[in-house]
């Protein structure tokens, strides 16, 4: 298994520029989501998919968008990068029991440093 | 919301210490999670948690429910060890929350 996958691995942007960050994993993991880290700050969660078609809101979306039309990608939008998202994005994926998130391991992607000028 | 606090911030230590980390959070949780990032920026979760203690390898992890406190223990550290390692706590079932992570620096 590749586990969970993000491409690309780095990336530059201008200010008011569009792009979509990749995540796939291979695991079936119904539960998918997105981070993203700060210095000086936990991660902290933009968006979640349960399952394919489902998506919801985390603790910070504004700026980003997401789909989820098959179980194994999970594709993370800026439609207008700006500065503040200049951060490391990491896409996540676990297990869902019962309906409900299994606290069992989640798997973490390599990452992409994303800076916006 | 979960406040999750973890101590120390960064933690220096000479080869072959024994190291704690400690995480504290404020509202009951159904699992505790803590996890390792490498110098590379990867994450790779380490233990899970829901009461007790476990033990992997020199690496400890113990939680006491009542107190809402783990601690993360190395035993016999090695530069190897050096990372950031970061808890974290689900909220019965909810989403993850995640403490600011403790720097780890293993001297030789």
């Known amino acids: 298994n590749a586990g969970v996958t993000q491409t690309p691995k780095f990336q530059v942007l201008k200010t008011g520029q569009s792009m979509t960050l990749q995540c796939a994993q291979d695991?079936?993991?119904?539960?998918m989501s997105w981070y993203r880290q700060d210095p000086g700050m936990g991660l902290r969660l933009i968006h979640y998919?349960?399952?394919?078609?489902?998506?919801d809101q985390g603790e910070v979306p504004n700026g980003y968008n997401v789909s989820r039309s098959t179980t194994e990608d999970f594709p993370l939008r800026l439609l207008s990068a700006a500065p503040s998202q200049t951060s490391v994005y990491f896409c996540?994926?676990?297990?869902?029991?019962?309906?409900?998130?299994?606290?069992?391991?989640?798997?973490f992607g390599p990452g992409t440093r994303l800076t916006v000028l | 919301k979960n406040e999750v606090e973890q101590s120390p911030q960064n933690l220096t230590a000479q080869e072959g210490e024994f190291i704690t980390i400690n995480c504290s959070y404020s509202?009951?949780?159904?699992?505790l999670h803590w996890l390792q990032q490498h110098p590379g920026g990867g994450i790779v979760s380490l233990f899970m948690?829901?009461?007790g203690k476990k033990k992997h390898g020199r690496l400890i992890a113990t939680i006491n429910i009542q107190e809402k406190h783990s601690s993360l223990h190395i035993t016999a550290s090695h530069p190897r060890d050096s990372a950031v390692y970061i808890c974290a706590v689900v909220w019965f079932g909810n989403q993850f929350y995640f403490g600011t992570g403790t720097s780890l620096t293993v001297i030789p």
């Open positions: 695991m079936n993991h119904e539960y």
């Open positions: 509202v009951g949780i159904s699992a």
């Open positions: 996540a994926s676990r297990i869902l029991a019962g309906g409900q998130l299994s606290t069992d391991t989640q798997y």
């Open positions: 998919s349960v399952g394919a078609g489902i998506t």
């Open positions: 948690l829901s009461s």
